[in-house]
């Protein structure tokens, strides 16, 4: 199976954050999820990918290339959609397309005219007049009009109203029905990608937790609810994350036939969302600082 992206042993530096020994590789033709709290680095993952931030050291490549040495031909064949403003606020949505359509050999103006539509685009409007959803709406215009072989995508669905979300998943789904096609999706709306992602990557703290199939996590993690008389010194150490409160707690366990084995008759057993998933790694990462 090969990878549309690739990463290998990247690092970068902030004044108070890194990214260290980054090593990823993102399935072609699927739905990948990118999900993290806020500060765990998948802007910054992306930016590099997009040649927005260098990294200090190590590789990355996309459709098999070096990111740096074939950039031009690499982002032609990249649709980019994120929640910041990438493009020249005091021209119009109809100049900016003007601008943006030919540095794309594959610019496909009948499927831009058919997205303008749809998104209810108004052409004569300036950018900096468009609402943040607007904003991102056009960026999703431009992105799915030149027959882009992959999307990346860093918080797509913020300032969306519920309604255009669930349609933009659907267009998202419909997208990668070509088997060719990938999607990258950063989003702190995980119950977004519960609905759409085939792979999950899931970064804390500058390092990758795991980069997996989403069938699986249901495979592996059991979310248990009891009560705190079920907890002593070694129990707690079979959770990755664990919240308590008056009434009993609730916690997240990494092995999920040892965690049914053992409290499948004492505790209520669940399989845990991924915004439950990531709530518990993140929590118990920090109970362990």
Known sequence: MSEVIHMNNLT???????????????????????????????TSLIKMMMSMIY???????????????????????????????????N??????KRVVAPFYSRWDEHTYQKYQELFKLPPGK????LSKGMKIKFSLAVALSHHADLLIMDEPTSGLDPIFRRELLELLSEHIQDEKKS??????????????????VFINDGRIIFNEMKETLAEKYLLVKGGKELLDR??????????????????????????????????????????????????????HV
Request: charged share 30%; aromatic share 10%; proline share 2%.
């Open 91 to 96: 021209l119009t949505v109809k100049q900016m």
């Open 12 to 42: 970068k530096s902030f004044d108070r954050f890194e990214l260290r020994d980054i090593t990823l590789g993102i399935k072609e033709g699927y739905i990948t999820g990118l999900i993290g709290p806020n500060g765990a680095g998948k």
């Open 183 to 200: 999607i990258l999706f950063s989003t702190h709306n995980t119950t977004d990608l519960d609905r759409i992602a085939d792979y999950i």
């Open 55 to 89: 990294p200090d050291q190590g590789e990355i490549e996309l459709f098999g290339q070096n990111h740096l040495r074939h950039q031009a031909a690499i982002k032609e064949r990249i649709g980019y959609v994120s929640d910041e403003n990438i493009y020249y606020e």
């Open 234 to 287: 070694d129990v707690r150490r079979w959770f990755i994350g664990i919240r308590e409160s008056g009434l009993g707690f609730e916690g997240l366990i990494g092995n999920r036939v040892e965690g049914e084995r053992y409290f499948k008759d004492t505790a209520i057993c669940e399989t845990p969302t991924l915004e439950e998933i990531m709530y518990f790694t993140v929590k118990g990462s920090e109970t």
């Open 126 to 129: 300036k950018i900096k007049d």
